[in-house]
């Protein structure tokens, strides 16, 4: 059994009454890329996006997973 986690590329949106503001001050150690006024695009874990639905701060978009955006960054002529 693996102890790799699994990283995302994921687009969070606050619930009501949380903020884009709210996000950005959690200590989840969140790897922001993009912030929007209604939403954050984050490279994170799997524990901490599941963490964010579960205290119901975000609403979790898992748009790709780190590997798969690595993978399509590097193009298909440099792919290895």
Avoid: C, K, Y
């Avoid at 009501?16 to 959690?26: K, Q």
């Avoid at 639905?53 to 440099?78: H, I, K, M, W, Y």
């Amino acid at each position: 059994m693996s102890n790799i986690e699994t990283r995302w590329v994921a687009r969070l949106t606050p619930t009501p009454g949380s903020s884009v503001e709210a996000l950005l001050g959690l200590p989840m150690g969140l790897d922001v890329w993009e912030r929007h006024p209604d939403a954050l695009i984050v490279a994170a874990g799997e524990a901490q996006l599941a963490e964010l639905e579960r205290r119901r701060l975000a609403r979790v978009e898992r748009l790709v997973t780190f590997s798969e955006f690595q993978a399509r960054a590097r193009g298909p002529d440099n792919a290895s």
